[in-house]
């Protein structure tokens, strides 16, 4: 991630504005939810430092001692704009306190792309230890969320629900009748499109 552009306080005023990080609301088993918006996460001019910083201090803390869920939206993430790189989320994952991780129950993984569910089927367990792969359910429509979240405790952006409209009337846009847990979709052969894709995450 490149971050010359702007001071440190500004990034870590960056974060906190855009709120790309939020605890918020609980899922339907009482947890704390950590609320993640890809499209917000100005991967151009974040160090990963200033990142990691900021997760110790502003939002591990918080998390305390119990199980929680971490919701990722998504919906209209760039790998140009919104994606900090393979090697830097592996960073940002081993950062991650052993207790804060262990205390990870679930991941709600709102409008995978088929790019990135190829990816992570393919590469999730060796990228990520501690069976957070495992965790992954994938969520393809907000409706389906509500069955897994506390409807009335979250808020969603407005386009993550223009997503949803575009998914109903364009169908090509979406993938087919999803699984709740990653571990079953294996189904799409690895072709070279996943090792291209792969290739263009790593470099």
């Not at 552009?5 to 605890?23: G, N, P, T, V, Y």
């Not at 939002?59 to 305390?64: D, E």
Request: proline share 4%.
């Amino acid at each position: 991630m490149s971050s010359s552009q702007i001071s440190e306080i500004e990034q870590d005023q960056l974060i906190e504005k855009l709120e790309i990080f939020k605890i918020h609301g609980r899922d339907k088993r009482g947890r704390k939810i950590l609320r993640i918006i890809g499209k917000f996460f100005p991967a151009r001019f974040l160090s990963l430092d200033v990142l990691k910083k900021y997760l110790e201090e502003k939002i591990f803390p918080r998390l305390g001692r119990k199980p929680f869920a971490v919701l990722y939206v998504h919906t209209g993430v760039q790998r140009s704009e919104n994606f900090p790189g393979i090697s830097a989320l592996r960073a940002i994952y081993d950062a991650i306190p052993v207790n804060v991780r262990d205390n990870l129950q679930e991941v709600y993984f709102l409008h995978p792309g088929l790019q990135s569910r190829l990816f992570l089927a393919t590469c999730g367990r060796f990228l990520f230890s501690g069976g957070l792969y495992g965790k992954l359910r994938y969520i393809s429509r907000v409706d389906y969320l509500w069955e897994h979240v506390r409807r009335n405790e979250i808020e969603m952006p407005e386009f993550v629900y223009d997503h949803d409209d575009d998914l109903e009337y364009r169908p090509m846009m979406d993938y087919g009748q999803e699984s709740d847990h990653a571990r079953v979709f294996v189904g799409a052969a690895v072709d070279s499109s996943v090792s291209s894709f792969s290739m263009r995450c790593i470099s």
